[in-house]
């Protein structure tokens, strides 16, 4: 093992949680019997899928949060569920609503489409297209932060390193990762370079890196070499490869090459243990403020 400090995701995200189980008792004494309603909806049952909405249910009891597993048959069509998604949209009870994504259905069901219904006031994903807009455009307050990318984003402010005037690079630009998070990097002033499978010299612009943020979906394929000595390295990446020692005959891993990058990283992000814990906390903390914006609204005189 290297130099870096471990830059835990289970102690970030148990703060995190303390501080949410004050503001949802702070909600049940503003309006009595109060409690934030969350609809985790779910088309058929991937098992990934369901070891992810497990960790969402857990957490959200732990803190004061009323979760609500709704599942929809593999046989749903893409009506059923807008349809399902128009209800809940209705419910003064439910503050947000998440769709597990990827939807395992017999039919064909548009992942936009699905986003795009879900209330952009209840959408605690963060990936309505208006939501997404607030975020490129670096309007930071108005709408609902995606959950992993704003996860990194209170992981990399516990190192206590500058954001702003550094060197990003984010390898990855999906809708859910790669993008948004290069958005918000660039909003705190860093400056971003957003690598993808089309990029050239890729190990050259990670080895760049003050901050390098890595969500590629590749196992362990940033090795040592691909690190600039003292950077910030945050590891999104959950692949599950084989490993005959375990009893389960598999392992997860990131996608970055822990051992390696943590002989010249000063900051880097565990597989399991990093990223993950921080992406439900995040979605519990959007919950909590959906149902604080709610009860403001409705406490208004
Ligand atoms: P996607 O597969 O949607 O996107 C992967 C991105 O990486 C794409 O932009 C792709 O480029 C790029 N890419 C793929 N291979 C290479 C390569 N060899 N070189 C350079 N770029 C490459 O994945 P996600 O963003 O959804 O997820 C990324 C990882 O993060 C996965 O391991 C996933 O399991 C994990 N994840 C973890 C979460 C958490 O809570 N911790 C939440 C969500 C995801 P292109 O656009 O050109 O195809």
């Known amino acids: ?65 009323n979760a609500t597993h709704v599942k929809l048959p593999r046989s749903a069509t893409e009506v059923e569920v807008l349809l399902k998604l128009n209800e809940l949209n209705q419910d003064p009870n439910i503050h947000g609503i998440i769709v597990q994504m ?38 930071l307050e108005t709408g609902f932060l995606p959950c992993t990318p704003n996860g990194v984003m209170e992981l990399i402010k516990r190192t206590g390193v500058k954001i702003a005037g550094s060197d990003a690079v984010v390898l990855g630009r999906s809708k859910i990762v790669g993008t ?8 705190h002033h860093a400056t971003v370079t957003v690598c993808h499978s089309k990029t050239k010299d890729l190990e050259q612009k990670a080895a760049a890196a003050d901050i390098l943020v ?23 990446g959950i692949n599950s490869i084989d490993d005959p020692t375990k009893k389960s005959g ?25 990223v993950g814990p921080m992406t439900v906390i995040m979605l519990m903390r959007n919950t909590v403020l959906a149902a604080e914006k709610m009860l403001e609204r409705l406490l208004q005189p």
């Open 250 to 274: 598999k392992r997860l891993v990131g996608d970055v090459d822990y051992k390696g990058a943590a002989k010249r990283a000063s900051w880097i992000t565990p597989v399991p243990g990093g």
């Open 1 to 65: 093992t290297g130099a870096a400090r471990v830059l835990s995701g289970n102690d970030a995200s148990s703060d995190v949680k303390e501080e949410l189980k004050k503001r949802v008792e702070a909600l049940g004494q503003k309006l009595p019997g109060f409690r934030p309603g969350l609809a985790i909806v779910q088309v058929g049952g991937r098992e990934d899928s369901n070891v992810y909405i497990r960790m969402k249910l857990k957490n959200a009891e732990a803190i004061g949060i």
């Open 102 to 139: 990827p939807p395992d259905s017999e039919h064909y069901i548009n992942p936009h489409t699905i986003t795009d219904a879900v209330n952009p006031e209840k959408d605690v994903d963060g990936l309505h297209t208006m939501n997404e807009g607030h975020v490129a455009t670096g309007d």
């Open 180 to 187: 948004p998070m290069s958005e918000l990097l660039k909003w």
């Open 214 to 236: 890595v969500a590629i979906g590749r196992a362990e394929m940033v090795k040592e070499s691909w690190i600039k000595p003292g950077a910030v390295v945050i590891d999104c």
